[in-house]
């Protein structure tokens, strides 16, 4: 059986790939954000993951307005990236664990989560960012699932689903017939909001209080509706459903909980409250 090693929550704002083009990693703007990344670097090359179950939101790169699925799990060989008008490069294509995309797919139709399945998918920021700030040198180490979670076009699933999704994609990896050891990952968040009457909102309390729950009280966010959660993170902050997914998917199978590897919250970058945590599964 599959084992879940533990899981990272990075925020994924595109200027990150821009600094990371153009090398400003140790300028002062960025260097408090990428140094929050070098103890998850060496938890990561400790541990060692062949797989990474993704949970991301695309931005209009793969699905567009017309055609939002609520839920979407990939089940390609490979994922290519694309130009998204960012300005930021092109990254190259990533591996796909295909074995595992259908375990998780299955268990999930199984448990009446009627996903659309992607067997061809365009990536967006949301999903190459995360691995190139976990991976930064040469290529991607691990194979990939994105599962993706509309928050861009309402209605939104509440969080109390989709934390019951993150679930159901943990008892899918548990029971997946592999010796490989798997990861997971949620980009997005934390507060903000990139238009309107509140551009640049940002919640320094929510967010903290949000990070410590997923350690001591992982349900603690499911008690709210998606409208006090848009209140509470911003319009685009409320991205942070795909944090719980994630901390979802750890409760599931063996294990007695988590432990905190490392956490980092620095603010801003562009218009966003950045956030970092690593869990890692304790077994006992
Ligand atoms: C920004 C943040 C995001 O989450 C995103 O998808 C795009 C832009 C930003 O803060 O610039
Ligand atoms: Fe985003």
């Not at 180490?141 to 969080?159: E, G, H, R, S, Y």
Request: proline content about 6%; glycine content about 8%.
């Amino acid at each position: 059986m599959a084992d879940i090693i533990g899981c990272v929550g990075t925020s994924h704002i595109p200027a990150i790939g821009g600094a990371i083009h153009k090398g400003l990693q140790q300028e002062p703007y960025w260097k408090p954000f990428f140094d929050g990344y070098v103890p998850v670097h060496q938890w990561l090359e400790q541990n060692r993951p062949d797989v990474v179950v993704l949970f991301y939101n695309d931005h209009g790169l793969n699905f567009f307005l017309d055609k939002m699925p609520t839920f979407a799990v990939g089940a390609a060989t490979q994922y290519s990236n694309a130009d998204e008008g960012w300005g930021i490069p092109t990254l190259a294509p990533l591996r796909g664990e295909p074995d595992l995309s259908w375990q998780i797919i299955s268990t999930l139709i199984e448990k009446e989560f009627d996903v659309v399945t992607c067997q061809e998918m365009l990536v967006d920021h949301a999903c190459t960012l995360p691995l190139k700030l976990l991976w930064p040198e040469g290529a991607c180490p691990v194979t990939v699932v994105p599962v993706c979670i509309n928050t861009v076009q309402f209605p939104l699933p509440k969080a109390s689903r989709v934390y019951a999704l993150g679930r159901a994609v943990g008892e899918a990896i548990a029971v997946w017939d592999s010796s490989k050891k798997v990861a997971v990952i949620a980009s997005g968040g934390l507060s903000h909001q990139l238009d309107g009457e509140r551009a640049g909102f940002i919640n320094k309390a929510f967010d903290l209080q949000f990070m410590e729950s997923l350690v001591s009280n992982p349900e603690w966010a499911t008690q709210f509706s998606i409208h006090t959660l848009v209140e509470k993170s911003g319009t685009q902050g409320v991205e942070l459903l795909m944090w719980l997914a994630m901390r979802a998917a750890l409760t599931a199978g063996d294990g007695a909980g988590v432990r905190k590897v490392h956490s980092n919250y620095h603010i801003p970058i562009s218009n966003t409250a950045t956030g970092l945590l690593a869990l890692e599964k304790v077994m006992a």
